[in-house]
């Protein structure tokens, strides 16, 4: 994908409501794991750059004030929802700010909740003694396309997926080494994403050149799709890929040749 059509897409997201995401998809004629994937990278950013002013002790407050003026046992597990849409904060990420609030001022003890046990919590909200907070918490996370345990395990699942069909495709193939237009290919590394310029930049430093120093070069399969002015490391020895390639040669191929 040209940098260019990743730029116009996030423009045509912002807004958006997922119901309308398919539409999106559908016209830049990109899957919606695609869609999905470049949208949570974005929405992911803004959440780190703002999360600071959410955390802030006024913010939780204010937050929680909110809460407690509104909640009924009427509202149906609607209130944090329509909180999170008031203030920009992400549904899962602000049901964990009251949750932990809530519980700081249930606590006789001066230390805070651990947070294993908010993230217990979070997993299980039927855990939480408070019925009408249990509920609102649960619903943050059901309605939460980015964040919360939900998201993870999907995300996980995904990834697993991709992973054993990479794994399959050697094994049915038989390679151990190949070569991609012309480059050496002694790793292959699956990511159930889309390489955006952040996310790869990270990759890079904390993943593939450690890769490039102990097995030489290598592929990244970028499932989902990569912006094109990325792949500019190939004749270093990281080729980027959107599948497993259709051409390659293999070693035993090589030899088979040069006999």
């Known amino acids: 994908m040209k940098l260019a059509i990743y730029k116009e897409i996030l423009k045509r997201l912002q807004g958006r409501e997922r119901e309308e995401f398919s539409a999106i998809a559908q016209h830049y004629r990109v899957s919606l794991h695609t869609l999905m994937s470049i949208y949570s990278q974005d929405y992911q950013k803004k959440m780190k750059k703002t999360h600071q002013r959410h955390h802030s002790v006024e913010a939780v407050d204010d937050y929680f004030q909110r809460y407690q003026a509104r909640i009924s046992p009427e509202t149906m597990g609607t ?12 549904p899962s990420l602000l049901a964990k700010i009251i949750l932990e609030h809530h519980l700081a001022l249930q606590s006789a003890e001066s230390e805070p909740p651990s947070r294993s046990y908010v993230n217990q919590l979070l997993k299980d909200p039927c855990q939480i003694s408070d019925p009408v907070l249990a509920n609102e ?56 994403s889309f390489g955006d310029e952040l996310s790869h930049r990270t990759y890079l430093r904390d993943q593939f050149w450690s890769y490039w120093n102990r097995f030489g070069p290598g592929m990244v399969i970028y499932w989902f799709g990569f912006i094109d002015e990325l792949d500019v490391n190939a004749d270093k020895g990281i080729v980027l890929m959107d599948h497993f390639p259709d051409s390659f040669t293999t070693l035993q191929a090589l030899s088979d040749r040069d006999r």
């Open 137 to 192: 918490v649960q619903q943050c996370i059901l309605n939460d396309c980015v964040y919360g345990p939900v998201v993870d395990s999907i995300r996980h699942s995904v990834g697993f997926e991709y992973e054993n069909k990479l794994k399959r495709t050697l094994e049915e193939k038989g390679i151990t080494f190949i070569a991609v237009d012309g480059h050496v290919v002694n790793w292959v590394e699956s990511k159930a």
């Open 79 to 90: 209130v944090l929802l329509r909180i999170a849409k008031e203030v920009d904060l992400a």
